[in-house]
């Protein structure tokens, strides 16, 4: 394993005269920890030379309780009496009174190393709001979970933006939240006072568990970083009739339905013979959300070999042989609000995807025709990496 640093564990040790005098509000999340799992929370509390006078959570909360989609309410937090203002309820954006007061944000958030995840938004959201206040910026970084070399995917188009993809990067970006901070900032015109407080230690192509951090859940549906390996991809189910795992111990590696047979799925998906992953068949109940309660058929994905494995073309593969297995069954989901573009093409971040397996496009020339765009998203990525391969 590798010694590595979070940008919490600089902050402390060396870098403290960035919050000297100042009054701080932090935005974390439960994997918001140091290396012996000390949340930041308490870590910036009881030190006796900072000023903590707010905190904010994203999805899932503060402390990690609520589920996805799950708004949160603001409350007070018992274990340091200071407001908790959440940014998934009401408000998604840092209100002038929520900042009134503060001299400081600091952002600590664990992303998932995909364009749908929402904390980014919360950042970006929250750097928003801090330039029009005036108020500095200060980003903890963290590890690029699954790695910070592979980009792959669609890159969303600017009229699908929404809360699971604000801006145009790929469903998989291979940065640190830190570095998209850089990114965001200045490539999509946010122009808020940055500091970045990077990692120590961290290699560009390392794994999270390449390093001798601990391993928190980001969210309550990703608790390993094999559920993170799959999820760029299997996220997408969550646009269909299918089961994306939900409710059951294997969140986004187990997929399927009521009406998948899971022998005969698993091998026409193993008869792809795709890189880096195999297909077992499974069946399950799920206790909550997609089929809650119904014995699902369907497929155990197994990354053999994490290196070649290509989450997002395997899930779009997965989606084709069900289409064709279960034409009268399979079904894309509504959208989540009335009158908007369809879940899908949110989370894929177009109409192109869902209509090119609708018109049995191959998947090989669906991730053809996003290459352009990965290339063009890696000129500008290149600007603001801060560390090496």
Same mark, same amino acid.
């Given at each position: 394993?590798? =010694?590595?640093?979070?940008?919490?564990?600089?902050?402390?040790?060396?870098?403290?005269?960035?919050?000297?005098?100042?009054?701080?509000?932090?935005?974390?999340?439960?994997?918001?920890?140091?290396?012996?799992?000390?949340? #930041?929370?308490?870590?910036? =509390?009881?030190?006796? %030379?900072?000023?903590?006078?707010?905190?904010?959570?994203?999805?899932?909360?503060?402390?990690?309780?609520?589920?996805?989609?799950?708004?949160?309410?603001?409350?007070? $937090?018992?274990? !340091?009496?200071?407001?908790?203002?959440?940014?998934?309820? #009401?408000?998604?954006?840092?209100?002038?009174?929520?900042?009134?007061?503060?001299?400081?944000?600091?952002? $600590?958030?664990?992303?998932?190393?995909?364009?749908?995840?929402?904390?980014?938004?919360?950042? @970006?959201?929250?750097?928003?709001?801090?330039?029009?206040?005036?108020?500095?910026?200060?980003?903890? $970084?963290?590890?690029?979970?699954?790695?910070?070399?592979?980009?792959?995917? /669609?890159?969303?188009?600017? @009229?699908?933006?929404? +809360?699971?993809?604000?801006?145009?990067?790929?469903?998989?970006?291979?940065? !640190?939240?830190?570095?998209?901070?850089?990114? +965001?900032?200045? #490539?999509?015109?946010?122009?808020?006072?940055?500091?970045?407080?990077?990692?120590?230690?961290?290699?560009?192509?390392? *794994?999270?568990?390449?390093?001798?951090?601990?391993?928190?859940? /980001?969210?309550?549906?990703?608790?390993?970083? @094999?559920?993170?390996?799959?999820?760029?991809?299997?996220?997408?189910?969550?646009?269909?009739?299918?089961? %994306?795992?939900?409710?059951?111990?294997?969140?986004?590696?187990?997929?399927?339905?009521? *009406?998948?047979?899971?022998?005969?799925?698993?091998?026409?998906?193993?008869?792809?013979?795709?890189?880096?992953?195999?297909?077992?068949?499974?069946? +399950?109940?799920?206790?909550?959300?997609?089929?809650?309660?119904?014995?699902?058929?369907?497929? =155990?994905?197994?990354?053999?070999?994490?290196?070649?494995?290509?989450?997002?073309?395997?899930?779009?593969?997965?989606?084709?042989?069900?289409?064709?297995?279960?034409?009268?069954? +399979?079904?894309?989901?509504?959208? *989540?609000?009335?009158?908007? =573009?369809?879940?899908? $093409?949110?989370?894929?971040?177009?109409?192109?995807?869902? %209509?090119?397996?609708? #018109?049995?496009? /191959?998947?090989?020339?669906?991730?053809?025709?996003?290459?352009?765009?990965?290339? @063009?998203?890696?000129?500008?990525?290149? %600007?603001?990496?801060?560390? /090496?391969?």
């Amino acid at each position: 394993m590798i =010694h590595v640093q979070s940008g919490l564990e600089v902050l402390l040790e060396s870098r403290l005269d960035l919050l000297a005098g100042r009054r701080v509000g932090l935005i974390a999340s439960v994997s918001s920890v140091d290396r012996d799992l000390v949340s #930041a929370v308490e870590r910036l =509390h009881r030190h006796p %030379e900072v000023r903590l006078a707010a905190l904010f959570g994203p999805e899932h909360g503060l402390r990690g309780e609520a589920q996805a989609g799950e708004h949160v309410g603001s409350t007070t $937090d018992a274990l !340091t009496g200071l407001p908790v203002y959440s940014l998934y309820g #009401a408000m998604q954006k840092p209100t002038p009174e929520m900042l009134a007061g503060l001299d400081v944000l600091v952002i $600590d958030l664990q992303d998932g190393g995909v364009r749908f995840y929402t904390f980014l938004y919360t950042m @970006a959201y929250a750097m928003q709001a801090a330039a029009e206040s005036g108020l500095p910026v200060i980003v903890l $970084d963290r590890p690029a979970p699954i790695n910070g070399v592979t980009v792959e995917g /669609p890159v969303l188009e600017p @009229a699908y933006a929404s +809360f699971v993809g604000l801006y145009p990067i790929p469903l998989r970006y291979g940065m !640190t939240v830190g570095e998209l901070a850089g990114l +965001f900032n200045h #490539a999509f015109n946010i122009n808020c006072d940055l500091t970045v407080v990077p990692l120590v230690g961290w290699r560009r192509e390392l *794994w999270f568990d390449q390093t001798d951090l601990p391993f928190v859940p /980001p969210s309550p549906n990703l608790p390993t970083l @094999a559920a993170l390996t799959v999820y760029p991809g299997t996220c997408l189910v969550e646009g269909t009739n299918l089961s %994306e795992g939900r409710g059951t111990t294997m969140p986004f590696q187990y997929i399927g339905a009521p *009406w998948v047979a899971a022998e005969d799925l698993a091998a026409a998906l193993n008869g792809l013979e795709l890189p880096g992953v195999r297909f077992r068949p499974v069946y +399950f109940t799920p206790t909550f959300s997609k089929h809650q309660g119904e014995q699902c058929g369907g497929v =155990h994905l197994y990354v053999m070999d994490r290196a070649v494995f290509r989450p997002v073309e395997t899930a779009l593969h997965l989606l084709a042989t069900v289409k064709r297995l279960y034409p009268e069954d +399979f079904a894309w989901l509504d959208p *989540w609000t009335p009158g908007g =573009h369809r879940s899908i $093409d949110l989370l894929s971040g177009s109409s192109a995807i869902r %209509e090119g397996l609708d #018109a049995g496009t /191959p998947v090989d020339d669906l991730a053809a025709a996003w290459q352009d765009g990965l290339q @063009a998203f890696e000129r500008v990525r290149a %600007e603001y990496l801060l560390y /090496p391969a």
